[in-house]
């Protein structure tokens, strides 16, 4: 079946859930995609930003984790794979698979299994950013949600830059071209 992941702010206790950008939750999924988990993760960590032609716009999302500690944590992660952040990353992922401590709680109602998969996290406290992180994409690339039930489906507005029937026409030619022959 494969290991699920998601991309994770730690510093920020904020996650991204690649279904709601479009993507697969696999490694290979999301690195693989264009538009969606990278695209996303990418702009969270620009520090620099609107200083010169070819960056991205003005958006909350760009900068957002710049300066933090991020990690992809799968469900097969052991304790020590986040070792030196005073995280258990198995933990970490639990926590970041509900939407709510409520949810959680409903779900475990054993004390001791509890505890196994959360340990002293709350899944309270980690914050699904994914809106967030399509609102940008969406505005950045052109872009919008087709489909919006469970793994949504991104596509590029009709005439956008991304559209490929806007881009299946012949290149443009110029209508002059000045040059010498010597």
Known sequence: ?????????????E???????????????????????????????????????????DHPWVGRWAGTRIAVIGDYAEPDDLAGTGFNAEHVYSACSYDSLEEAKAEFTDD???????????PGEWKDVSDEALDFLLQQYDLMVKDNTGWRTI????????????????????????????
């Open 1 to 13: 079946m494969g290991q699920y992941h998601r991309p994770v702010c730690l510093d920020r206790k």
């Open 15 to 57: 996650f991204i859930h690649p279904h709601k950008l479009g993507n697969g939750l696999k490694l290979w999924e999301q690195g693989a995609s264009e538009l969606g988990v990278c695209s996303a993760i990418h702009a969270a960590l620009a520090c620099s930003n609107g200083r010169g032609g070819g960056d991205y716009i």
């Open 155 to 182: 596509v590029p507005k009709p005439g956008s830059l991304f559209d490929s029937e806007r881009n299946s026409e012949p290149a443009m030619a110029p209508d002059l071209i000045i040059g010498s022959d010597g």
């Open 112 to 122: 001791e299994e509890y505890a196994a998969r959360f340990g002293d996290l709350d």
